[in-house]
């Protein structure tokens, strides 16, 4: 299986700086990565997947980046919405399982 | 509008068994792969299981192979997740999701993240 490991578990950030959440594959995905932003008492919403390419409707602000073991979510400019948690999921090694990181908080600094 | 809309979920006694349901509209269910993923209360997100277009093809978590089963209708509409000898790790809010399709110019290619989900359903296993 493999194992994605998100880092930092809480970012603290102001609103209007930029936030950069990390994600970390135990062995290389290629570009098979997805991010997901969630909100309290709400589901997931798919932000980036192919590491890098933002879904319908999401905002430039967000951006993806990466390949192989190393990924980047940033946040360019934080809005009081962005204020949720943050789950990347690989899809390469599939099937047999898809995977997902522990998330990252990313808080009211 | 495109829309998955799950039920089924509840109380049940470890051992115990529990049908989920998930209902789709506003897009053709047919064509799509359709997963169900987890997510205990507090914690991340887990994926449960997997299926094809067709029904044909299915793939689970080690953590509930031999005792879930995903089964979708597509004349219904309907995605499924029967769930046997639950134990209390099994408590979870259970999400159906579907599996987006990119096209360019020249093809259409599959994507397995995920990019419509419900809004869940709560599984309580407790005695």
């Known amino acids: 299986e493999i194992v994605m490991t998100q880092s930092p578990a809480t970012l603290s950030v102001s609103p209007g700086e930029r936030a950069t959440l990390s994600c970390r594959a135990s062995q290389s995905v290629s570009s098979n990565l997805a991010w997901y932003q969630q909100k309290p008492g709400q589901a997931p919403r798919l932000l980036i997947y192919g590491a890098s390419t933002r879904a319908t409707g999401i905002p430039a602000r967000f951006s993806g980046s990466g390949s192989g073991t190393e990924f980047t979510l940033t946040i360019s400019s934080l809005q009081s919405e962005d204020f949720a948690v943050y789950y990347c999921q690989q899809y390469n090694n599939w099937p047999p399982e898809l995977t997902f990181g522990g998330g990252t908080k990313v808080e009211i600094k | 509008q495109v829309q998955l809309v799950e039920s089924g979920g509840g109380l049940v006694k470890p051992g115990g068994s529990l049908r989920l349901s998930c209902a789709a509209s506003g897009f053709t269910f047919s064509d799509y792969y359709m997963s169900w993923i987890r997510q205990a209360p507090g914690k991340g997100l887990e994926w449960v299981s997997y299926?094809?277009?067709?029904?044909?093809?299915?793939s689970y978590a080690d953590s509930v192979k031999g005792r879930f089963t995903i089964f979708r209708d597509n004349a219904k509409n309907s995605l499924y997740l029967q769930m046997n000898s639950l134990r209390a790790e099994d408590t979870a809010v259970y999400y159906c999701?579907?599996?987006?399709?990119?096209?360019?110019?020249?093809?259409?290619?599959?994507?397995?993240?995920?990019?419509?989900w419900g809004q869940g359903t709560m599984v309580t296993v407790s005695s």
């Open positions: 999701a579907r599996h987006p399709t990119y096209c360019s110019s020249t093809s259409c290619h599959r994507v397995d993240a995920f990019d419509i």
């Open positions: 299926i094809s277009t067709s029904g044909s093809t299915m």
